[in-house]
């Protein structure tokens, strides 16, 4: 199986700031890779698809870049409401996989 | 709005089994693939299996073979996940997942709506 692998584990950034979150696939996945976020207690949301497409509602700050093995997902102004677990997962080959996540802590 | 309404917590002994449900609301239930993923305590994400609603066809990780069953119900647009031969390591939050992608297409194996989750505590 595709092994996802996110870094860092921990990311600190100011409100306002840059975070840049990465994601390595273990084999080749073109660009069917996906990011969610997830806050305590809540189920996780969709973000990105396809590498680099919003979901419905999500706001422009949110952006994700990469294909075959390298993807990133980019939040340019970080806002307090963006601390969360952020997660990618590969929907190129069975079985679906995803990240460990990187957690995004407002500095 | 989509909506994914599952079932309460449950607590289970090792050994016994657990039947989740996932009720849908918003859309053509059946015209859409509905996966099942679960997150153990502190843990990430891990996919366990999706289901046809409309056909009853299923796929399972490996790691899930002949012990997780999917079925759905299209009177009542819900759909079913039963875990056997419990352990303390399926402790874990589950949930289910819509797959965003029409039945007539290729699925693409992400997930736009999620429910909530129920909470499945393994213990003696």
């Known amino acids: 199986e595709i092994v996802m692998t996110q870094s860092p584990a921990t990311l600190s950034v100011s409100p306002g700031e840059r975070a840049t979150l990465s994601c390595r696939a273990s084999?080749?996945?073109?660009?069917?890779l996906a990011w969610y976020q997830q806050k305590p207690g809540q189920a996780p949301r969709l973000l990105i698809y396809?590498?680099?497409t919003r979901a419905t509602g999500i706001p422009a700050r949110f952006s994700g870049s990469g294909s075959g093995t390298e993807f990133t997902l980019t939040i340019s102004s970080l806002q307090s409401e963006d601390s969360a677990v952020y997660y990618c997962?590969?929907?190129?080959?069975?079985?679906?996989?995803f990240g460990r996540g990187t957690k995004v802590e407002i500095k | 709005q989509v909506q994914l309404v599952q079932s309460g917590a449950e607590v289970k002994k090792p050994g016994a089994s657990v039947k989740v449900s996932c009720k849908a609301s918003g859309y053509t239930f059946p015209s859409h693939y509905m996966h099942w993923v679960r997150q153990a305590p502190g843990q990430g994400l891990e996919w366990m299996g999706a289901i046809n609603p409309s056909g009853g066809s299923t796929s399972k990780a490996q790691k899930f073979q002949g012990r997780v069953s999917m079925t759905s119900d299209t009177s009542t647009s819900t759909v079913y996940m039963d875990l056997s031969g419990l352990t303390y390591e399926d402790t874990a939050v589950y949930y289910c997942a819509r797959d965003p992608t029409h039945l007539t297409q290729i699925p693409n194996y992400y997930f736009d709506y999620w429910g909530q989750g129920t909470l499945v505590t393994v213990s003696s």
């Open positions: 997962q590969q929907c190129d080959n069975w079985p679906w996989t």
């Open positions: 084999q080749r996945i073109s660009s069917n």
């Open positions: 396809d590498a680099s």
